[in-house]
């Protein structure tokens, strides 16, 4: 629920302009940083950058302190903004005006997913600088990502493009955050189809982009450390534990059979389906599948679709 101080915050705020809030380019080690800031300037030449902060939590309470307005825009490092998104009004109905986060969709550049994933977010700053703490509150049972508590929203406007394969590394570490954070979040909602679908592509699709298949690898073993009970998902946001993890990965540069007989061990232990899908037919795959325009299809089955394009293929 939400607080009176919290609605008290932006109580009268229901209607506003992108343009008119600040905003904050959240960077760490991204190889497409700092060309993704330049464009970002010449957009928005106020905004600020923040940049080499350990830990999520610390990354969005330094972007909130470097913020003024009551709302602030959020934009991840690996992220291009679409030009038109600064024109853009954001109305919220009074049953909303309660939302602390607000999140747009981003078309993933590997996969060619459209969902939250690296999507431009606007937060309430004070909630931000209350609220930014997502590696405590997984370490006490809490949510992996305080974006996802009852004050989020999603929209289902697409504002930007993501892309995570710069380089072996950040592919790999995308893919696995990513796997970890859809497995944590299945646990705990298994009926949550779209999230089901979301995890299947980022296990199956891109070998066909450079980089494409260390994010299907990471996305693997984030999966299938998360089920099988080896990794605790808070450590998602422990940028230390994921380079180890990356140290020992980079030994082993993923094949395309390699990562098939993975995908074949996690199908046959679990009973979904994990195959990874070659070059080909991932293009034919995100050229055709329906559910990457809007990822909230609970009907759609991920591989009857594919199926029927397979044996249609020449």
């Not at 600040?22 to 950058?49: G, I, K």
């Not at 494409?212 to 990794?231: E, I, R």
Request: charged share 25%; net charge negative.
């Amino acid at each position: 629920m939400t607080s009176s101080d919290d609605q008290t915050e932006i109580a009268g705020r229901h209607r506003f302009a992108t343009s008119d809030l600040d905003v904050v380019f959240l960077s760490f080690d991204e190889p497409n940083a700092d060309s993704n800031w330049a464009d970002l300037r010449c957009l928005r030449p106020d905004a600020t950058r923040i940049d080499g902060v350990k830990g999520l939590g610390a990354a969005h309470l330094a972007a909130a302190e470097a913020a003024v307005t009551e709302r602030f825009v959020l934009i991840d490092a690996d992220t291009v903004v679409l030009p038109n998104f600064w024109d853009a009004v954001i109305d919220l109905t009074a049953a909303f005006a309660g939302k602390q986060s607000l999140m747009f969709r981003s078309r993933n550049a590997v996969n060619g997913l459209v969902s939250g994933y690296g999507g431009v977010k606007i937060f309430s700053r004070a909630y931000a600088l209350r609220h930014a703490t997502d590696e405590n509150q997984a370490r006490e049972g809490g949510n992996v990502d305080f974006l996802w508590d009852d004050r989020f929203l999603e929209f289902s406007e697409v504002w930007s493009t993501t892309a995570i394969n710069g380089s072996p590394r950040q592919a790999f570490r995308a893919g696995l955050r990513e796997g970890m954070k859809l497995t944590a979040r299945l646990l705990d909602h298994p009926d949550r189809h779209d999230l089901a679908h979301q995890r299947r592509v980022w296990c199956s699709v891109g070998s066909d982009v450079e980089n494409g298949l260390w994010v299907v690898a990471g996305a693997l073993w984030g999966t299938d450390g998360v089920l099988g009970g080896t990794v605790p998902p808070h450590l998602l946001n422990d940028y230390d534990w994921l380079d180890g993890v990356w140290h020992e990965a980079q030994r082993n540069r993923p094949s395309f059979s390699g990562l098939t007989d993975f995908g074949g061990r996690l199908t046959a232990a679990l009973g979904d389906d994990f195959r990874v899908l070659s070059p080909r037919e991932s293009l034919i795959f995100k050229d055709n599948d329906p559910a990457l325009s809007s990822v909230v299809e609970d009907t759609f089955r991920f591989y009857e679709n594919w199926t029927a394009l397979r044996d249609h293929m020449v």
